[in-house]
């Protein structure tokens, strides 16, 4: 165990074994699933399932050290730096796909349309007409609909705008020793995750069977389902970890001195709120 003025070293763990094997299981049959493979939908949800139950039993044996007595300030001082170092990451995350999306829109697609006498270009593509959507060049990506801003997209950037005051809300009740108004505030943010991942759910729905949008629908439809879909995983993830907090806090959990757990949950969900952000207006709107 650490001291005030020690870095604290975590004892032996199973569960980040279990994450990283969770992980690997659902993108190993995403991948499968992309290329037409029958065992890709069961090893995905084989993946998912082994995720959820890390989330909870990770999260269980936290609750139980932390209500124990375990963690001092050392503790609580290395949590936080690896919350934040992890946020960082998860930026870095993101930026790398609004990175794409940006050389994708700016660079790629106007060099093949022959901006700047690119001679090579013109020799591959003579007839391409640089244009945002685009579904590639020779029109390899088929014909399709982009998603307009102003319907289920706009739904959900008032669900989770929404959604972060519903958890400050909860964050004000913690620090006030209202422990009904944590737990309200809870439940309306849980419940506002959940239900955008079911508007996103029917907009992907109403994406490939109506506007012939898919991710093959070329360089659009990729960055589209890439950056869309990694944040609704995100949604998922965090409307998970606020609903373990939930659970704890209706058990009587946290204290105004002593509340990370629902710290760390507040941070990572008002991180995911931000890309939405990012994503409405570079995603839909531009």
């Not at 003025?5 to 699933?33: D, E, Q, S």
């Not at 705008?161 to 809300?169: A, F």
């Not at 959990?253 to 995911?272: D, I, K, R, S």
Request: proline share 3%; hydrophobic share 50%.
């Amino acid at each position: 165990m650490s001291t005030n003025n020690a870095y604290y070293i975590p004892h032996k763990a199973t569960w980040p074994v279990m994450a990283t094997a969770g992980l690997l299981t659902t993108l190993a049959g995403f991948a499968n699933y992309l290329n037409g493979s029958s065992i890709g939908s069961p090893l995905m949800m084989l993946g998912f399932a082994i995720f959820i139950v890390m989330v909870a039993g990770w999260f269980t044996l936290q609750a139980t050290e932390s209500e124990s007595g375990m963690y001092n300030h050392g503790v609580g001082v290395s949590y936080r730096m690896g919350m934040m170092w992890f946020i960082f990451s998860e930026v870095m995350f993101f930026a790398v796909f609004f990175g794409t999306l940006w050389y994708t829109r700016n660079l790629s697609v106007p060099w093949l349309g022959g901006e700047g006498a690119k001679v090579a270009t013109k020799l591959l593509w003579s007839n391409y007409t640089a244009t945002w959507p685009t579904n590639g060049p020779g029109n390899v990506g088929g014909h399709f609909e982009p998603m307009g801003a102003f319907g289920l997209p706009f739904v959900n950037t008032l669900l989770l705008l929404s959604s972060g005051v519903t958890c400050t809300w909860a964050h004000h009740g913690l620090l006030a020793k209202k422990r009904d108004q944590l737990i309200k505030g809870l439940i309306a943010t849980v419940g506002l995750g959940f239900l955008f991942v079911l508007c996103q759910a029917f907009e992907y729905h109403e994406a490939y069977t109506e506007m012939g949008l898919t991710l093959g629908s070329g360089i659009y439809g990729s960055t589209f389902f890439m950056l869309t879909g990694f944040h609704g995983f995100h949604v998922c993830v965090g409307a998970i970890i606020l609903s373990v907090v939930l659970f704890r806090s209706a058990k009587g959990h946290f204290t105004p001195e002593n509340h990370f757990a629902f710290e760390a949950a507040a941070w990572y969900w008002h991180f995911v709120d931000v890309v939405w952000l990012g994503l409405f207006v570079f995603v839909y709107l531009m």
